[in-house]
């Protein structure tokens, strides 16, 4: 059950469910589905930090912190070319947003 600050905050309700269920079924071994790289891989490594932000920023605490096997396997997925590529253009663009934002 979540303390006070999470009792009105859909996110953390909808993410704790979702968490919830994927911790039964994510395995981690290594990827969310098995031993093979899917589309929800690619879905989470985007996502997943955004959430963690989002809800870190909105409610003062990470509503995915209670999953131990997230940092290292987002860590991993880093690792690759293509996901190292998504960071590179998530980190131009977020630049370029915040130097718009400042104007």
């Not at 995915?64 to 880093?78: H, N, S």
């Not at 998504?86 to 718009?100: F, G």
């Amino acid at each position: 059950m979540p303390g006070a600050r999470w009792a009105r905050c859909p996110i953390w309700w909808s993410t704790a469910c979702c968490c919830a269920n994927r911790r039964r079924s994510a395995n981690f071994e290594p990827y969310l589905a098995g031993q093979e790289l899917t589309l929800a891989d690619c879905a989470a490594f985007v996502h997943l930090p955004l959430v963690s932000m989002a809800t870190k920023l909105a409610y003062g605490g990470d509503a995915l912190e209670g999953i131990a096997q997230l940092k290292p396997y987002l860590k991993m997925l880093a690792e690759r070319p293509a996901f190292a590529r998504v960071n590179e253009d998530r980190k131009i663009a977020q630049a370029a947003m915040y130097a718009r934002a400042k104007k």
